[in-house]
Structure formats: C-alpha cells, structure tokens
C-alpha cells in the first residue's frame, strides 16, 4: 500500500515562510504526479501544487504562483513545497497527494483525480 507521511506545518506570521514535505512509501510505479491540496475552513479542498515525476511539469495555483515553489527528490519519493511570503488567507489544513499519471498527460489538480492521500498539517499564518 502507498503511504504519505506530511510533515512542516506550523504558526508563521504574515510574510514569513515554511517548507512543507511528504515522503511516500510503498510507491512500486515510475510515472506518478503529487502534491499539496488545502481546505480552510468553511471551504472547499483546492489544489495548491503539483510535480510530475514523468518530465518534472509542475501545476500552480493562482493565489500561490511566485510565492510557492514545488520540488521533487524522486530517490527519496518526497516531495517539498517551499511556502514565500505567506498570507493570511494561506491558513489551512495541508493534504499531499498522488496518483499515477500517464506521460502524456498534463498535472493533475483535482482531488478526485488523485488515488492516494497522507494526513493533513495545519499551516496558520498569523497577520
């Protein structure tokens, strides 16, 4: 069974920065997408970030381009999402994601195109 371990929440204030990171295991396919969704309360699960391990494409959200970078260290099957310049409205519970893609297709970024979940980390920022 795939397992995702999230790991890198916390209370920041406004401006400030963390690095989430979620390791998978029991991972036995070569071509897979994964990443972050979050859900505020009150709200819907959206996709933040995505990383294809097939050409290394990436998916961003709007509200988080050019403050979020998403890596990826495939010997490790973890990947890392550096949070920039964080705002109160990025307050959230985390959710890593991934599921088996194709080569030929873009990063998905909906939640019911994705197989596998890890537990949620809570990200507060604070204003």
């Known amino acids: 069974d795939v397992q995702l371990q999230a790991s890198g929440g916390g209370l920041v204030q406004a401006g400030g920065s963390l690095r989430l990171a979620c390791t998978a295991s029991?991972?036995?396919?070569?071509?897979?997408?994964m990443g972050w969704f979050r859900q505020a309360p009150g709200k819907d699960r959206e996709g933040v970030s995505f990383?294809?391990?097939?050409?290394?494409?990436?998916y961003y959200a709007d509200s988080v381009k050019g403050r979020f970078t998403i890596s990826i260290d495939i010997s490790k099957d973890t990947v890392y999402l550096q949070m920039n310049n964080l705002k109160p409205e990025d307050t959230a519970v985390y959710y890593c994601?991934?599921?088996?893609?194709?080569?030929?297709?873009?990063?998905?970024?909906?939640?019911?195109?994705?197989?596998?979940w890890g537990q949620g980390t809570l990200v507060t920022v604070s204003s």
């Open positions: 029991g991972i036995s396919f070569d071509d897979y997408a």
């Open positions: 990383i294809a391990t097939t050409d290394d494409s990436t």
């Open positions: 994601a991934a599921t088996i893609i194709s080569s030929s297709w873009s990063v998905p970024y909906l939640p019911y195109e994705y197989s596998y």
